[in-house]
């Protein structure tokens, strides 16, 4: 059974510019979460998507998006990037429908994004 | 809001010693979910073990155990016979409600380090 893939792996961009994270989960599974590590702030809660559905947002500005396809695959989108949003991106699928207290989170590898 | 406080930044042990990684949350939710994750240096976040608020027996799996004391808001990871590919970042999370999003709250992790 495939695990989460997450592309890119690497990517550099620059401050102002955008840039797109892709995420696929584990086949059968319909939520997908974003989480945001950094060694200043660690891991943090972006967002969660169940069936095409933003269903929880943490606490970062609108900079920060997100969806979710039929096909369960998910994207974020960062907007107006800043030095500060250097950072490990992860994905997170898991095949409950409930709440995230509630079944284990399966995580992909990450895209590592530096921006300059 | 929810709150996980790892004490220990990084943490050696022999090989085939038994290790405790220690892990305290605070949450006014009655039921929440707590979670270790292993994230060796590749980044990929690896389920280890879960342990639900209401549940009476501690939660083993293989060499891992957690000690969960409800009373004192801990839920300390215990690591049996401790192998060098345990070496690795240890992070406690927890579910629950923070705020308006249902998600995983994390602490700041525990750096493992397995000597032969």
Redesign the interface.
Known sequence: KAGVTQTPRYLIKTRGQQVTLSCSPISGHRSVSWYQQTPGQGLQFLFEYFSETQRNKGNFPGRFSGRQFSNSRSEMNVSTLELGDSALYLCASRSSGQGAGTGELFFGEGSRLTVL | AQKITQTQPGMFVQEKEAVTLDCTYDTSDP???L?W?KQPS??????LI?Q?SYDQQNATEGRYSLNFQKARKSANLVISASQLGDSAMY?C?M??F????????????TQLTVLP
């Open positions: 039921s929440y979910g979670f994750y590749s980044g990929e976040m690896i389920f879960y639900g992070f999370a579910s629950g923070s705020g308006s999003a249902r998600q995983l709250t994390f602490g700041s992790g």
